[in-house]
């Protein structure tokens, strides 16, 4: 008796497109800024149709990405540990939604005022670019085709330095603090608004 088997050929160069991401501020993007150091994922809150939302992104292909600085950890006033606890909750949290995270970058440290060996620099503290070449380099993330989503002017400069599109939160187009000028390619007054935006222009939407 012959077996027959299936050949599978690769997929031609260039008809398959390269993994676009979305590049979300973890406070004041995904989770509500909060008035004072929070130091437990239970007193964070989504964003309103955060959930819902990303679900729909992550499943039409869009990668996750969480960035931030965290001057709170850098500063002492949120431990290590306790943090460590809050980002494997939120984590936990995503997945439980069926947002899978495919890389969270966080940034515990600053030259100036982080405390013991959180005082020092890192190419991966906004607005330095290491995050998103990294997401690049490791990922193989089409810079170009993917998506800041943030309310802070640190976050959107390192994505417009590396030719990653820019949507603003709660800003106009125009987001400026001290030197440090972004002229965003959109904006939105809130999250659910900003991702509503992007998946609605997505070119790879299935009508």
């Known amino acids: ?3 027959h088997r299936t050949l599978r050929l690769p997929p031609l160069p260039g ?3 390269s993994p676009r991401a979305l590049f979300v501020g973890r406070w004041g993007g995904l989770l509500e800024r909060q008035q004072s150091p929070c130091k437990a994922f239970s007193e964070a809150r ?10 729909r992104a992550t499943q039409a292909g869009w990668r996750l990405y969480l960035v931030g600085n965290e001057p709170d950890v850098a500063r002492g006033r949120v431990s290590d540990a306790a943090w460590e ?3 494997t909750e939120l984590h936990a949290h995503l997945a439980g939604l069926g947002i899978p995270i495919t890389r969270d ?13 959180h005082k020092r620099e890192s190419v991966y503290r906004f607005p330095n670019t290491g995050a998103l070449y990294h997401a690049l380099q490791e990922d193989g993330t089409d810079l170009r085709s993917s998506w800041m989503i943030s309310d802070d002017v640190f976050e959107l400069a390192s994505a417009s330095r590396a030719g990653v599109r820019t949507l603003s939160l709660g800003h106009a187009y125009r987001v400026v603090e001290g030197p440090i000028e972004v002229e965003c390619e959109q904006n939105a007054t809130s999250f659910a608004e900003a991702l509503t935006s992007i998946l609605a222009g997505d070119p790879l939407r299935r009508a």
């Open 1 to 3: 008796m012959t077996s």
């Open 85 to 87: 606890s809050f980002q």
């Open 15 to 17: 008809t398959v497109p």
């Open 46 to 55: 989504l964003a309103a149709k955060a959930g819902e939302l990303l679900f």
């Open 105 to 117: 970058y966080a940034c515990l440290d600053h030259p100036q005022t982080g405390k013991g060996k």
